[in-house]
């Protein structure tokens, strides 16, 4: 299936541990769940622990997961994140990839 040129995805409509669509996981393992708010909603959320343990092939790198297509040329990202208070070094990030030549 061809990714959209129009997304969105507020993860409601998934089941516990669903595999969100057209997500990509890069590094450690990601699932909808209940988003633990109080308000009922779901989240894509890391769901391995923060440190597996050494990689033996290549270097551990931090849990990533990836959307999007190289043929977006306008696109408006919105998140909304909930970072666990008791994780040490904890954080989210939002990147934006500029192809050059291709996006503007």
């Known amino acids: 299936e061809n990714f959209p040129n129009n997304w969105s995805d507020d993860f409601q ?3 516990d541990d669903s595999v969100a669509k057209f997500w990509a996981d890069q590094y450690g393992s990601w699932a909808v769940r209940d988003w633990a708010d109080g308000k009922g ?3 894509l959320m ?3 622990p923060a440190n597996p343990g050494p990689n033996k092939w290549v270097r551990n790198n931090d849990p990533i997961t990836s959307i999007g297509s190289p043929n977006w040329s306008t696109f408006d990202l919105k998140v909304a994140t909930n970072i666990n208070d008791t994780a ?3 954080y989210a ?3 934006a990839w500029n ?3 291709r996006n503007t």
């Open 99 to 101: 192809q050059a030549g």
């Open 93 to 95: 990030q939002l990147c």
């Open 46 to 48: 890391q769901v391995c």
């Open 88 to 90: 040490t070094g904890a």
């Open 41 to 43: 909603r779901k989240a």
């Open 13 to 15: 409509n998934y089941t």
